[in-house]
C-alpha cells in the first residue's frame, strides 16, 4: 500500500484517483473487517461520493489540499456529521451528529475521503479495545490478541493497511499504547495544539486528538492539517500549525536525548532492548545520552486515576437520556435517568464513574482529588527540570508486547499499568510520539519519545532518524 | 489516611452518579475500587501542604467570543435525535408528584 504522501501526490497530479484509492481501502476493509472488527460504522456510499468530489476538484485544476484522495480512519468519538458516531458505547447507539468535529472538517478540506468510525474502548477508558459495546478489535498481527486501546480501531486500521491515517485520541496513552502493540506511529500532541470541538469529551484537562500512520512523515503530514487555533476550543493555543515537513529530516545531531529510568522500569526484556537499541541510534546519529530519574512519574497512575475519572464522571453526566443516546422509560425523571445509565453504559464506565463521584465527594476531595492536582503540579516542574538537562526524552510506550484477550479484564489495576509510560505525558500537557522499534517474534514494540510543550518538530525529526535507521 | 472502601459507601456513590448495581455488582465494585483506591494510597499519604493544585496543564483563560449573533443549529435535527420531542421541546417523565 502507498503511503498517504505518495497517494495525496498521485492524486493530485492525476496519476491515480481518489475513487481508485477509496474502492482500495474498502476493498481491504470488506476483507478483514468481520476478523478484525476494526471498524463499527462504514459508510461506502458517502465515501465512494467524496473520493468523486476530490476527483472533480483534480479534474477541473483545483487542488483538493495536502490529503487529497486519502482514505482516513475515524475514532468513533469523533463527530461527524450524519455519521453514527457512538463513542463504543450503547448509550449512544444509533446517534448521528448534527455537526462535525473540527478535526473532520480539517481533512475534509485538505481532501481526505472518511472512510468509517473505528472500534474504541468505551468512552475511550480502557488498554484494550475489550470494554467497546461492539466487541473487542483484534490485533492484525495476531488475531489473537488486544490491539491495544482506547483507540484499537484506528490502530488496526492502519496496521492492517485498510486506510493510510486514522485519527485517535490520547487521554492517558491512548493513541500512543495501541499504535506501539499494532506497530504504527502514534502521536500525543501538546495539550491543546489540536482542536477538541466535537471529541467526546473523557477527561478534559487530558484528552487530545492525535494521528496514527505506517510511517513519521504521513503521522506529520496529518498533525499539520489538524493542528491550529480553533476558536470553538476554549483550550486551543493560539497559535497557527506548527511546520512538520519541512524540518523532518533535519536529525538529532547535537541534540541532549534523556534516558529516563522511571519511563522504562518494570517494562520485558524484550521492550528494555528496544529502547536500548533507540538509544545507540540517536547517538550514533550525534545526539547526546543524558541519564535522568523522573521520580515522580511513580505517582503517575494514582494522579491520572483520580484526575481522569472525576472529569469523566462530570462529563458524562449528560448522558442522561433527555436529549440524545439511549432513554429507558420509567415513572419519574430520576428513575429514567438512573434506568438509562444502568443500561446504556459498561461495567469500565461505571467503574470510573463511581470512582470520579467518590474522590470528588465531600470528605474525601482532599485527600485524593486534591492531592492527585498537587501531584500534577510536581509532576509539571519535574518534567520542566528533566527539560532543562535535555530537548527531549526516551523511554517504552508500553510495558510489554500485545496481550491475550481476557489477561487483564478481571483486574482493572492490572489493565491501568499498561500506561504506566504514557500516562505523565498527559499530566504535564507535553507531546509524545511511540515508533516502532524492534519485535518480539511477530509482535511489535514501540518506543517513546517525549518532548516539552510545542516541541513536535523535534520529536518527529528525531522519530524519523530511529525509522529510517530501522528500515536500512 | 484514607479509609477502605465499604458496601455503604460504593452503594452511596452509585446513587450519586444515578447508577444501580446489583449485589453481585456491589461486591465487585467495592473490592475493585477499594484495590484501585489502595494504590491511590501512595498520594493520599504525601505531604503536599505547600504545593499548589493543578487543574490544567497550561493554566486556562477566560476566553469570551465576540457578542456577535450566529445561527445557531436547527432545532429540529436536533429534536429529531432526542429520544422524545413535542411542541418543540424535550419531552420527558414527569418530575413532580401528580397534579391535584
Known amino acids: 500500500m502507498s503511503s498517504a504522501a505518495e497517494i495525496a501526490a498521485d492524486v493530485r497530479r492525476g496519476a491515480t484517483s481518489a475513487l481508485a484509492e477509496a474502492e482500495r481501502s474498502l476493498a481491504a476493509v470488506r476483507a478483514r473487517n468481520e476478523e478484525l472488527n476494526v471498524f463499527v460504522h462504514v459508510d461506502e456510499e458517502r465515501a465512494l461520493a467524496r473520493a468523486r468530489h476530490v476527483d472533480e476538484?483534480?479534474?477541473?485544476?483545483?487542488d483538493p489540499g495536502p490529503l487529497a484522495g486519502v482514505p482516513v480512519a475515524l475514532k468513533d468519538n469523533l463527530c461527524q456529521v450524519g455519521e453514527l458516531t457512538t463513542a463504543g458505547s450503547r448509550i449512544l447507539e444509533g446517534w448521528r451528529p448534527p455537526y462535525s468535529a473540527t478535526v473532520v472538517k480539517r481533512?475534509?478540506?485538505?481532501?481526505?475521503?472518511?472512510?468509517?468510525?473505528?472500534?474504541m474502548d468505551e468512552f475511550a477508558m480502557g488498554s484494550s479495545t475489550e470494554n467497546s459495546y461492539y466487541g473487542p478489535t483484534r490485533n492484525p498481527h495476531d488475531p489473537s490478541r488486544v490491539p491495544g486501546g482506547s483507540s484499537g480501531g484506528s490502530a488496526a486500521a492502519v496496521a492492517a493497511h485498510m486506510t493510510p491515517l486514522a485519527l485517535g485520541s490520547d487521554t492517558g496513552g491512548s493513541i500512543r499504547q495501541p499504535a506501539a502493540l499494532c506497530g504504527v506511529v502514534g502521536v500525543k500532541p501538546t495539550y491543546g495544539l489540536v482542536s477538541r470541538f466535537g471529541l467526546i469529551a473523557f477527561a478534559s484537562s487530558l484528552d487530545q486528538i492525535g494521528p496514527f500512520a505506517n510511517n513519521v512523515t504521513d503521522a506529520a503530514l496529518l498533525l499539520e492539517v489538524i493542528a491550529g487555533h480553533d476558536a470553538r476550543d476554549s483550550t486551543s493555543l493560539p497559535e497557527a500549525a506548527p511546520s512538520l515537513l519541512a524540518g523532518i529530516n533535519a536529525g538529532v545531531a547535537g541534540k541532549r536525548v534523556g534516558i529516563v529510568r522511571e519511563l522504562m522500569e518494570g517494562a520485558d526484556d524484550e521492550v528494555l532492548a528496544a529502547v536500548e537499541k533507540a538509544r545507540a541510534t540517536l547517538q550514533e546519529a550525534g545526539a547526546t545520552m543524558v541519564e535522568l530519574s523522573i521520580p515522580e512519574c511513580r505517582l503517575g497512575l494514582s494522579a491520572y486515576y483520580l484526575i481522569a475519572p472525576a472529569e469523566a464522571s462530570s462529563n458524562l453526566a449528560r448522558f442522561d437520556g433527555v436529549r440524545y443516546g439511549l432513554r429507558v422509560d420509567a415513572d419519574d425523571v430520576a428513575a429514567m435517568n438512573e434506568a438509562t445509565r444502568t443500561l446504556g453504559f459498561g461495567a469500565e464506565v461505571k467503574r470510573r464513574i463511581m470512582l470520579g463521584t467518590y474522590a470528588l465527594s465531600a470528605g474525601y476531595y482532599d485527600a485524593y482529588y486534591g492531592q492527585a492536582l498537587k501531584v500534577r503540579t510536581q509532576m509539571i516542574d519535574a518534567f520542566r527540570r528533566a527539560y532543562d538537562q535535555a530537548d527531549l526524552l526516551l523511554g517504552a510506550t508500553a510495558p510489554s508486547v500485545a496481550f491475550k484477550f481476557g489477561e487483564k479484564t478481571s483486574n482493572p489495576l492490572a489493565m491501568y499499568l499498561s500506561d504506566v509510560f504514557t500516562i505523565p505525558t498527559n499530566l504535564a500537557g507535553d507531546p509524545a510520539i511511540s515508533v516502532p522499534y524492534g519485535r518480539d517474534g511477530d509482535l511489535p514494540i514501540g518506543v517513546q519519545l517525549l518532548g516539552p510543550g510545542r516541541s513536535e518538530a523535534l520529536l518527529f525529526a528525531a522519530a524519523r532518524v530511529l525509522e529510517v535507521e530501522r528500515s536500512s | 489516611m484514607a479509609s477502605p472502601l465499604r458496601r455503604e459507601d460504593v452503594a452511596k456513590v452509585a446513587k450519586l452518579a444515578r447508577l444501580s448495581l446489583s449485589d453481585d455488582e456491589l461486591d465487585m465494585f467495592t473490592e475493585q475500587l477499594g484495590q484501585i483506591l489502595e494504590h491511590a494510597n501512595d498520594i493520599a499519604a504525601l505531604q503536599l501542604n505547600d504545593v499548589v493544585p493543578t487543574a490544567h496543564p497550561f493554566g486556562l483563560l477566560n476566553v469570551v467570543r465576540e457578542d456577535v449573533?450566529?445561527?445557531?443549529?436547527?432545532?429540529?435535527?436536533?429534536?429529531?435525535?432526542?429520544?422524545?420531542?413535542?411542541?418543540?421541546?424535550?419531552?420527558?417523565?414527569?418530575?413532580m408528584g401528580e397534579a391535584p
Do not use: C, H, W
Open chain 1, 57 to 62: 476538484q483534480v479534474s477541473r485544476g483545483e
Open chain 1, 107 to 119: 481533512i475534509l478540506n485538505a481532501g481526505a475521503v472518511p472512510v468509517g468510525k473505528t472500534n
Open chain 2, 69 to 95: 449573533i450566529e445561527a445557531s443549529l436547527p432545532r429540529e435535527e436536533l429534536l429529531a435525535m432526542a429520544p422524545d420531542a413535542e411542541d418543540g421541546r424535550f419531552a420527558v417523565p414527569r418530575i
